[in-house]
């Protein structure tokens, strides 16, 4: 089951999409990734989905991946008499650590962790910025403010303190809860949530290991201030628009997207474009033209793989809205001027064998007219520097290793298939043109282009190109 589009999509399940036949009939419709968000769920339900993703695994005989994202420090205020209060612009409110009822003046924010970091003039966002309020006197207990945009504020909204780095771990106690048990059942990619600096990622490191790739969501200013650490230190990124547009101008928003975008490929490393791109779908069987040109934006700056959120896991069309996405992702590759814009960004490579000979592979690809590029690889290496020259015929990524192979399942452009680990030159050769001819890739008569590092197995050691002709 090849697809025939090389950025990846990533589906959220939830209600909408539990169960085996639906999460099968997702994979059918274009799924290349699957996401369990760990802010909903009990620990029953995510292994069910486990189980019912691996199970898709082993009748399709096709790796899928498997992204647990965790919920993070998400700070909200406390309960209020009624459920709700109303709050109106120009008048005073509190926020304090007294866990009463809140009202119309007052509400309790169990989090002294704000009130260490904020200070007068601070702009405080409730309820996904719907409100706005301005500190005008704070201190370790306490603070409070102006009113700017009123509207009525409920039991347990999300509060968002833009420009402020909060001293907060972006790992709750939960989230270690959750990533020991995601990672007992067996996840490929850990995401990260409300992520401020690279020691965020660095303590994760600690507690993940090489066990899962680790994803860092891009939802707080502070991240994007230090961009190049937190991509140094982590496997991938996320472009989480929705919480990012909250603490930004959302006229700040498509000019991130696009330097993270730029940011991954020169690093190497994949990148996805999530949150809001086929919002309407969620109650309606067809897009808005504006999301159809999202998605297709995202598409063409390079991102690895878009994502759906509520679409597939509250929506009511979650099967529609993949196979709208994977519409959309094709009729961009379709495009001439889609490879033409890739090119022009292609970056210069470091200087290392990997690059080298991916470099090379991409020019010998597209000079005798191969049908794609091979690579061998244990730990994925191999490919991602493959992918980063976004080259125009397939990546074939051959892997010993059935944990790479699914990590490999976001990776732009790469078709992966595990195999036993090769044992010479000659074998290399022989099962990577019959992978090629049996994944329906390369025809027989055709070339392919293969990679691969001696000796075989080492990582990141890619020092071998070959052309191929496939015979069978």
Sequence with gaps: MRR????????TLGPASAGG??????????????????????????????????????????????????????????????????????ARFRFDLDPSLGNTSRAPLPHPEVFAAIEKGTEL?????????????????????EILV?????????????NVVLPISAITEKDRADLSFALEQGADWIALSFVQRPED??????????????MVKLEKPAAISRLDEIIELSDALMVARGDLGVEMPPEDVPTVQRTVIHACRVAGKPVIVATQMLESMITAPT??????????????????AVMLSAETAAGLYPVEAVTMMDRIACRVQEDPLYFKTLDAGRMPPEHTNSDAISMAA????????????????????????????????????????????????????????????IKNFNDMVQKAVRAAHREEIAQSGQRVVV??????????????????????
């Design 21 to 90: 036949e639906r999460i099968r009939a997702l994979f059918d419709a274009g799924v290349d990734v699957f996401r369990l968000n760990f802010s909903h769920g009990t620990h029953d339900e995510h292994r069910a989905r486990f189980a019912e993703i691996r199970q898709v695994e082993a009748e399709t005989g096709r790796p899928i991946g498997i992204l647990a994202d965790m919920q993070g420090p998400k700070l909200r205020v406390g309960n209020f008499l009624g459920g709700r209060a109303e709050l109106v612009a120009g």
């Design 287 to 304: 897009p808005t033209r504006a999301e159809a040109s999202d998605v297709a934006t995202a598409v063409y700056e390079g991102a690895d």
């Design 201 to 214: 990622v660095a303590e994760a490191r600690k507690l993940i290991g090489n066990a899962a790739g680790i």
């Design 125 to 145: 966002l409730l309820d996904d910025g719907k409100l706005r309020l301005r500190v005008i006197k704070c201190g370790a207990d306490f603070a409070e403010t």
């Design 451 to 472: 990679t691969a590092g001696v000796p075989f197995g080492t990582p990141g050691s890619t020092n071998v190109l070959r052309i191929a002709w496939v015979d069978r």
């Design 362 to 421: 991409c020019q010998v690809a597209e000079t005798v007219g191969a049908a794609a590029i091979v690579s061998f690889t244990s730990s994925g290496a191999t490919a991602l520097r493959a992918a980063r020259e976004r080259p125009s015929v397939p990546i074939l990524a051959l892997t010993p290793n059935l944990g790479t192979a699914r990590r490999l399942a976001l990776l732009w452009g790469a078709h992966c298939v595990h195999l036993p680990d």
């Design 150 to 162: 009123g509207g009525t504020l409920s039991d347990h909204k999300g509060v968002n303190v833009p």
């Design 4 to 11: 025939r589009r090389s950025a990846k999509i990533v589906a």
